[in-house]
Structure formats: C-alpha cells, structure tokens
C-alpha cells in the first residue's frame, strides 16, 4: 500500500512537470531513473523487512516448541502451535506450523512449514519446511486465524495438557475461580462441549474461531485446550498459568470435599491488575523461559 501511494504520487507529480515549458526530456529520463531507483529501494526494504520479521517469528515459534516440550507439554508428535507473520518474500501473511513426525524437542526455526493464509478456503504449504503439517492442525488454525487475527491475535496453542485437559473430561466441570492464577482466566474461557472425533475440515476451525469470540482460552470438551495471545509470549503465558491453575483444582477436589470459591470483588481486583500487568509480566516471563534453553539448545533458531 505504501509502495502504490509512493508510485501514484510520483507519476502524478511527474506529468505535471512533462507539461511544463522548457522541460528537457533528459531531465525527465532522469526523474524517470530516480522514481525506480526509488521504488526498487523501497520494495527491497520492504522485503528486508519482511524477512526478518519471519525469521523472528520462526525463532520465537520454535522456542514454544522447546519451551512447552520442557515443561512436559507434549505428547508424541502431536498437538499443535501455529504463529501468523509476514511470508519470507513480505507478498502474503503465513501460518508457521510444525510438519507433522517431528518432536517438539526438534523443532528448529527453519524446520517449520508456512502455510499461506492468503485464501482461507484453500490453505497451501508457500514456504516449506521438514515436511508438512497434520490436517487436523491446518483444520483448527486456519480458521482461528482468519477469525482472531482482525482482532491483532497472532498466536494459537493446542494441547492436550493433563491438569487442565482432565477438567474437560468430567460432566459438568470448568475451571473454578479458586486460586490466585486460576483468577486471571475470569471471563476469558470458553467451553466448547461439541466434540465430534478428530478434526478433518476448515469449517471446524471457523466453528472454533467463532466460540472464541471476547476469549482466549477454550476448553475442549474430551479433547484438550487452547489459548491465543496477541503475541507468543501472551499465549505461552495463558498456556502455562491455566495448567496451573487446572492442576491446582484438581489436587484440591481430590480429597473428595467442596471447593472455596474466591469472593467476586476479590476476583475483579484480581482480574484488574491482571489486565493492567499482563503483558509486561508475559514478556518478561517468556524471555526467561528463551534464556532457559538458549545455554542448552542455541540451535533451536537454526
């Protein structure tokens, strides 16, 4: 867009002086010359841009990766993270995913495919990776990222943690207000209880986009959960804290006796300064997670 109003403005400026009197035609050729030069420095700077913005966005996803590998978030080869950014060649956005048969301890940020999001009804590998992606990963992130990335989200995080994957497993649970981390999820879960086997469609994806709508955690009925942040480091921070706050839930019901419930104003309060500190406390949180792996496995940005 910035490239055709600096075109546009340039060709019109430059009629107006080919309308002039006694405007020489080498003077012409040579604003001619100056308006590509111009141009082409401009497009290559967009695409520089570009390419570090991927390169960025690949380091990041695959520090999740390793990060959430780590801590025991895995399973297998499967579960999936997916992170928007601008294509290598800055001509479309992309949707990094890891290709499917590899650990989330391999994962490396060259290693990840980029699945074009520029046509949400026909998703196809635009920068490649180790392979590709499972098809109930494309499913579920596609729509997810046409439906939340207008709204600045960038960032999906499935998985099938234990703590908080259990409470999807029992009738009637959700995750209840009864502990500090546990309060920062107030109004920000949805539950979705229409599992349906192993997802196979786009339209599976946009049916989750649209439940997501003023969240950003879903908890998957028999399935699993899912958070999405603005950044990685919003939706690992989501992911990490609501498995906390699930295992402590858990631990806390297993004595068979009723839960205490934190106070509502007490919640708000808590709720508030969660608001106001979030992305400061994730960034800074997310950083120390990098560092923690940086000293064991720097090649995770290779």
């Known amino acids: 867009m910035a490239l055709a109003r600096f075109v546009g403005k340039f060709s019109s400026q430059t009629s107006q002086l080919l309308r002039c009197p006694g405007f020489h035609a080498h003077k012409a050729a040579s604003l001619l010359t100056s ?11 967009i695409a520089d841009h570009a390419a570090k913005a991927n390169y960025e966005a690949r380091c990041d996803l695959a520090a999740c990766y390793r990060i959430l590998y780590n801590l025991g978030f895995d399973e297998g080869v499967c579960n999936h993270l997916s992170l928007s950014c601008p294509a290598k060649d800055g001509s479309r956005k992309v949707m990094l995913m890891i290709p499917y048969g590899l650990l989330w301890s391999e994962v490396t940020a060259s290693s990840l495919a980029g699945i074009s999001l520029k046509d949400p009804g026909s998703p196809e590998i635009y920068e490649e990776g180790y392979g590709q992606p499972d098809i109930s990963s494309v499913s579920i992130h596609t729509g997810i990222h046409h439906a939340k990335g ?3 989200f960038s960032c999906i995080l499935h998985s099938h943690v234990p703590y908080a994957t259990s409470l999807t497993c029992i009738e009637g649970q959700k995750l209840e207000m009864v502990h500090q981390n546990s309060a920062r999820f107030l109004g920000e879960v949805c539950y979705d209880n229409d599992y349906d086997g192993v997802a196979t469609s786009l339209e599976e994806g946009a049916r989750l986009g649209k439940a997501l709508e ?11 959960v899912l958070v999405i942040g603005r950044t990685p480091s919003e939706a690992f921070d989501q992911l990490y804290y609501l498995e906390r706050a699930a295992k402590v839930q858990v631990l806390a019901m297993s004595p068979g006796r009723k839960l205490a419930i934190i106070p509502d104003n007490i919640l708000e309060v808590n709720k508030k300064f969660h608001r106001e500190t979030f992305r400061h406390y994730a960034d800074a949180h997310f950083v120390a997670m990098k560092r923690s792996i940086e000293a064991e496995k720097p090649h995770y940005r290779s």
Do not use: C, F, I, P
């Open 214 to 224: 003023g969240k950003t955690v879903m908890m998957m009925g028999h399935h699993g």
């Open 150 to 152: 207008k709204d600045g």
């Open 35 to 45: 308006r590509n030069l111009a141009s082409q420095t401009l497009e290559t700077d």
